[in-house]
């Protein structure tokens, strides 16, 4: 089949690697797979599809190549691509890798581009269901993966250094990040440092957004955490395995990608529930989560701190069922769905 992905940004991100994850094994399967992104689009990934660039600062319809299926995903995409599947330039099929009404601006446009079209393929129940109630379509699930660049390196103890509770943080300025709970977070692993001072306090961020936020560079030079600013999976991957707790404050998600990932390097996973991650989340089975409103994200990790009997069983029981969980499937499953929507 010829598919044609209209793509703002492959920046750092879970749901630009998604995006690249099922369009390289889409064209690893021999499917003419073209991304058609801005002229400035970023891209942060390696990408085997064929790349096009639209001659301007926006994508036109005029810009697709004729195909079988066009793929839109963030809102603003979705009326460029129904208007060049109108054109005979494809089938043109949603694939919402967030849910944007309820936690982006503009939901003025947001909510009734889900009624553009019917064709639709979302990351989990939580979010099938949710668009089900607000739109009345009922999307086929392709859920999230990991990439065989993660797996446990068993190098905890050979690190010899305190205990690692590390947590993803990204760049706030100028950005959508109120829905990661980010200042809650640091309160909470603050919390958790004042009553263990003897621990490291971690924060992954991607390198681009490090390097151009004030906020994240201050909060390094106070001391009081570490930063670690990963250039490619293998890095990510190092951090992941150097982490005993990982956390996540995340409270609306469609997938929460991140989790998953460190799962599978071996790391205990205390995290908030955002929706999709109760895909793979389950409380005192893999991992330890609770509801915002509860107020204990501290309090959990203390309790791994305090328990390391508990830490070692969630974290080995989350790498277990971490392995069902690969891109592979995810391919498998979106390749299915579009052939059930044709």
């Given amino acids: 089949m010829r598919f044609t992905f209209p793509i703002l940004t492959l920046s750092h991100g879970g749901a630009q690697r998604m995006l690249v994850e099922l369009t390289n094994g889409l064209t690893d399967l021999g499917h003419q797979v073209n991304l058609l992104l801005p002229v400035d689009g970023a891209i942060s990934y390696d990408v085997r599809a064929n790349v096009i660039r639209s001659s301007h600062m926006n994508i036109h319809e005029h810009d697709f190549p004729p195909g079988d299926v066009i793929v839109s995903n963030y809102f603003t995409t979705v009326p460029i691509a129904q ?14 890798l967030c849910y944007e009404p309820p936690f982006l601006p503009d939901n003025g446009r947001s909510f009734p581009s889900y009624h553009i079209t019917e064709h639709l393929i979302v990351l989990s129940r939580w979010q099938q269901e949710l668009i089900r109630l607000n739109h009345g379509i009922t999307g086929s699930i392709v859920p999230i993966g990991i990439s065989s660049s993660f797996k446990n390196m068993n190098i905890r103890h050979s690190l010899q250094e305190p205990l690692n509770i590390t947590a993803i943080l990204r760049k706030t300025e100028r950005g959508f990040s109120w829905h990661r709970e980010q200042d809650y977070l640091i309160e909470q692993l603050d919390y958790v440092k004042s009553q263990y001072p003897d621990v490291n306090i971690n924060f992954i961020s991607p390198p681009d957004e490090f390097n151009t936020s004030e906020i994240l560079q201050r909060m390094k030079t106070t001391g009081k955490y570490r930063f670690f600013t990963p250039a490619n999976d293998e890095e990510l991957c190092y951090h992941y395995n150097g982490a005993d707790i990982f956390v996540s404050s995340s409270i609306f ?12 390097c071996g790391a205990a996973l205390v995290c908030v529930y955002s929706g999709g991650n109760m895909e793979y989340a389950h409380h005192k089975k893999n991992c330890l989560l609770s509801y915002r409103y509860e107020n204990r994200l501290g309090e959990d990790v203390i309790r791994l701190i305090r328990d390391p009997n508990l830490r070692t069983k969630l974290a080995e029981q989350g790498e277990r069922y971490s392995r069902k969980w690969t891109w592979e499937n995810s391919v498998r499953l979106f390749e299915q769905a579009i052939t059930d929507l044709l």
């Fill in 83 to 96: 208007a060049a599947s109108q054109q005979g330039k494809g089938v043109h099929v949603r694939l919402s």
């Fill in 253 to 264: 998600d469609t997938g929460s990608l991140p989790g998953l990932e460190a799962m599978r």
